[in-house]
């Protein structure tokens, strides 16, 4: 089938299109086959492609256009905990928020610490086909922290990263041998940064919330030491280094100081990070908001926005965390750790810094997508002649509220549920084909 999408305000800064600008694409199959300025395309000309009755034009008056958004931090929890989320509904709710691609965590049940288990989750999404799920592989057996993993059979198999997300290894020495055992295969380490020692049990950030709610709290330090560790040990062996989720000022510091030496280094922020802080967090005990990392300071917040707008945080993820409604239903304290993301942080990323004209468009594409495979060494998409055509289209006008209810994702914990947010995908195409379409799953 040919698609003809005409008047769509395009931005690409890999293609030369740094400012929205009026193009119509042409899309045959699986790729981009034309782009032009407005007219230039004409329905019969498209014909030349295909059966005329095969073309569908389609009009984006009004709509932004992007190559498709990654979200490299998703939590999908199959196998084992489908009761949460699982492959079918991750890639439906990242299709609502305007992803083409994501990519898997191992913390699963079994951990996907082995070459069947990467197997296992490339081969279900591929029968489910749409959004493109990719995977990581665990670092350690198990996620245990004792012993590596198979890292290289489930590089064959198709992994593209490695991390113990959801747990820090706590081991120098493990963590060494990791890091030059990835730097052999050339394979990206995605590190969570957690002391077990220092975090304890910790539950909110370690600090005047903590105290006014009389719950334990969990320091700064606990974070930022196993960021500095997992640097030098990145400097000593040449792995190339993710942290992910950073959550404070200090933490940024210390990857501003490593990429200064030109070290491998790269890190990432959820919007969660950005726009709440932990004083969100009051006597109602909204689990919704209890999170790993926790919540930080607004100073925090305010400098890792600064960090994105400066380029020193390479790119914008989810962590999307489902968990079923019992689950989060408990006391504060027995509530596991996370939230949803991945229907919101497009619509917040537009509302809190597009609207506002705080970020471009073009930061945006740079950091929801072209970084994320950058650091994960997968095929580029842009808005060029010959590109897959994995595409993410947005009316940046729509006004909506959020509700749990319309969520595609099998859980509701998100702590931005009722907030009124400005600019949703409205369309996306994975391949050519539509995985969202007027804002329904296809």
């Not at 109602?284 to 707008?309: E, F, I, S, W």
Request: hydrophobic share 45%.
């Amino acid at each position: 089938m040919t698609l003809l999408l005409r008047n769509a305000l395009c931005v690409d800064p890999s293609a030369g299109l740094a400012e929205p600008t009026l193009r119509d694409l042409l899309i045959e199959g699986l790729v981009i086959k034309r782009i032009e300025e407005p007219g230039l395309i004409e329905v019969d000309h498209a014909a030349t492609f295909g059966d005329e009755n095969d073309i569908e034009v389609i009009d984006l008056a009004g709509k932004t256009l992007l190559p498709g958004l990654f979200d490299m931090h998703v939590h999908l929890r199959d196998p084992g905990q489908e009761y949460k989320e699982d492959i079918y509904s991750g890639r439906r709710a990242a299709a609502k928020g305007g992803f083409t691609a994501i990519l898997a965590m191992p913390n699963t049940n079994p951990v996907i610490d082995n070459g069947a288990q990467v197997s296992y989750v490339l081969d279900k999404a591929a029968k489910l086909g749409g959004t493109r799920v990719y995977t990581s592989g665990a670092l350690t057996a198990g996620q245990k922290g004792e012993s590596l993993s198979e890292m290289a059979s489930m590089k064959k198999a198709g992994a593209v990263a490695f991390t113990d997300d959801g747990k820090g290894v706590q081991d120098s020495g493990i963590m060494r041998l990791i890091m030059e055992y990835a730097a052999s295969i050339e394979a990206p380490i995605l590190t969570h940064s957690q002391v077990n020692d220092l975090v304890l049990e910790g539950q909110v950030n370690e600090g005047v919330v903590s105290t006014r709610l009389g719950m334990a709290g969990w320091p700064a330090a606990g974070e930022e030491i196993m960021i500095a560790r997992d640097i030098m040990l990145a400097e000593l062996t040449g792995a190339a280094l993710h942290i992910q989720h950073v959550s404070t000022a200090g933490g940024l510091q210390l990857i501003k100081a490593a990429k200064a030496k030109g070290l491998p280094v790269t890190c990432e922020v959820t919007p969660h990070h950005l726009f709440l802080d932990e004083e969100a967090i009051d006597i109602r005990y909204d689990t919704n908001l209890k999170v790993n990392p926790p919540l930080r300071t607004k100073a925090d917040c305010d400098a890792l926005l600064q960090g994105l707008l400066d380029g020193d945080i390479d790119c914008l993820v989810t962590d999307h965390a489902p968990h079923a409604d019992h689950e989060k239903s408990l006391e504060f304290e027995l509530a596991p750790f996370g939230m949803t993301g991945l229907e919101t942080a497009l619509s917040l990323m537009i509302t809190r810094l597009i609207a506002t004209e705080t970020i471009s468009w073009a930061q945006l594409v740079e950091v929801m997508g072209h970084t994320p495979r950058r650091i994960l060494g997968i095929m580029p998409v842009s808005l060029a002649v010959g590109s897959q055509a994995d595409l993410t289209i947005i009316d940046p006008q729509h006004e909506w509220q959020v509700n749990a209810d319309k969520f595609a994702s099998r859980s509701k914990n998100s702590p931005f549920i009722n907030w009124q947010l400005t600019g949703k995908a409205t369309d996306v195409l994975v391949g050519g084909a539509f995985t969202l379409k007027d804002g329904e799953i296809v």
